[in-house]
């Protein structure tokens, strides 16, 4: 399963999609680059393979970054770009 995530302007957490393969993944990570290369405001809208139903719309300026990530990757911490994860520790009494 691969996630593409948009971090949107204005928006603190990024939003994304999935896909089941490395093509659809790829030719939607391509799609979403050559829209914020146009510069030409228009209405994007994504589905998610993996969430039945789920559906995304976004305005294609307000897309700052997009990220294709392979989820199936064995990595120690997950994390979505843009954005880091910090351990709290709870004030001791």
Do not use: W
Request: glycine share 6%.
């Amino acid at each position: 399963m691969y996630t593409i995530d948009l971090i949107l302007r204005h928006v603190p957490m990024p939003v994304g999609v999935e896909r089941k393969d490395t093509t659809a993944a790829e030719a939607l990570y391509q799609t979403v680059c050559q829209a914020m290369a146009s510069g030409t405001p228009t209405v994007l809208e994504l589905t998610c393979d993996r969430q039945v139903g789920k559906k995304l719309t976004v305005l294609t300026t307000d897309i700052v970054a997009v990220q294709l990530a392979d989820k199936n990757a064995s990595t120690a911490v997950s994390s979505r770009g843009g954005f880091f994860a910090q351990l709290v520790q709870p004030p001791s009494t």
